[in-house]
């Protein structure tokens, strides 16, 4: 049988998705003071998006030092990413 180059992305992508997964899913049961609903729509997120999904975790809800969660995601888009989340 032969490899083919996909072969080798797609194991690269599961490999990264599931280290952005545990990622998310350590820091979102450690740090995040957010409800259930929302830890877990991200981990969801992440599980299908891969490496993206972790991207887009730490630009809309990651915040940056303990107690600033809700300034960090006060700019629109980051509730719409929320919201879609959830």
């Known amino acids: 049988m032969f490899i083919q180059p996909i072969d080798y992305f797609l194991v690269v992508w599961f490999a990264l998705s599931l280290a952005s997964t545990l990622y998310v899913g350590f820091d979102q049961y450690r740090n995040n003071p957010e409800p259930v ?29 303990p107690g600033e969660h809700e300034a960090f995601t006060k700019p629109l888009w980051k509730q719409g990413v929320g919201s879609t989340i959830h």
Do not use: H, N, Q
């Open 37 to 65: 609903v929302m830890k877990w729509g991200f981990i969801l997120v992440t599980l299908y998006m891969g490496p993206l999904g972790l991207l887009l975790y730490v630009l809309a809800d990651k915040e940056p030092r």
